[in-house]
């Protein structure tokens, strides 16, 4: 079980390596979207008297939308209910939500403040492309600083495997910003120390373990419940924060907050 101290992240102060670049999720850890996931799919749910729960939520998280969806639905196979169909009034009703989703505290600061010092940003995201213009398109403040560096997870050129995989950091930080990192979770050595220089952000725990598996520093931003769900996996993070305000910029060697 996680702790604020605990499995998934050490919560130290201790200064970091040297940070180049910073590689950011989006769902639930850039805009506040994980709500409309859990309330559409507990309203289609509702229908056969089900509910989706934390346990099964976290399994879930950063993972592209069919995997996940098969996934969710392998908990429920007593009910009428196909991939297709879950998938067809899933999307009808977030479609209508995401143009109203809103950015999470700290994120707007965080984004400007990288680009304002010419630090490389990318978004690496398992939401399809669709969605994450639909998710996007009311907030350019922020996402236009990425000047379309980003990565969805239905990006097939990549031909990338989901998180927990190490792929969608991977390509990110290769094909978006140029570093050279290698295409495989085992890299050169050199490849190994450049993707020393990568500070990733993530909310869930697929994500969380992709970006360690990926060699790269991760400052985790769970929501609280996720603190209460079982974890057996090696992978710890880096840092243990409750909301990217509380991120200390010059404590992985990037340039402070001037206010």
């Known amino acids: 079980m996680a ?3 605990g ?3 050490n919560g130290t102060a201790a ?10 999720d989006m769902d639930g850890l850039m805009i506040d979207s994980e709500k409309i996931y859990t309330d559409v799919t507990n309203e289609i749910l509702g229908q056969y008297g089900k509910k989706m729960t934390w346990d099964m939520k976290a399994g879930l998280m950063g993972k592209p939308e069919r995997q996940a969806a098969e996934h969710l639905l392998s908990f429920f196979p007593d009910i009428p209910l196909t991939l297709e169909s ?16 809103p950015l999470l505290p700290g994120v707007r600061k965080l ?16 939401s ?7 998710k996007t398109g009311h907030l350019g403040e922020v996402f236009d600083c990425f000047e379309g560096k980003v990565v969805c997870g239905d990006d097939t050129q990549f031909e990338m ?6 792929d969608i950091f991977l390509v990110a930080a290769r094909e978006m910003l140029g570093r050279d990192v290698g295409y495989t979770e085992t890299g050169s050595a050199a490849q190994e120390v450049e993707r020393a220089k990568g500070l ?24 609280a419940n996720l603190l209460n769900v079982g974890y057996t996996g090696e992978e710890k993070a880096d840092r243990l924060i409750k909301s990217i305000e509380d991120f200390i910029p010059e404590e992985w060697g990037l340039p402070p907050y001037t206010s």
């Open 200 to 223: 990733v952000f993530e909310d869930g725990v697929p994500g969380m373990q992709a970006g360690k598996r990926a060699g790269m520093s991760v400052i985790w931003v769970p929501d």
């Open 15 to 24: 200064v970091q390596p040297k940070i180049e670049y910073v590689l950011f």
């Open 128 to 134: 399809r492309r669709r969605n994450f213009e639909l």
């Open 3 to 5: 702790t604020a101290n």
């Open 7 to 9: 499995n998934l992240g």
């Open 86 to 101: 879950y998938l067809s009034q899933r999307n009808t009703l977030q479609d209508a939500l995401w143009p109203t989703v």
């Open 111 to 126: 984004v400007l403040h990288l680009k304002a010092h010419n630090i490389p940003i990318a978004v690496a995201t398992g």
């Open 161 to 166: 495997n989901g998180k927990p995989a190490p």
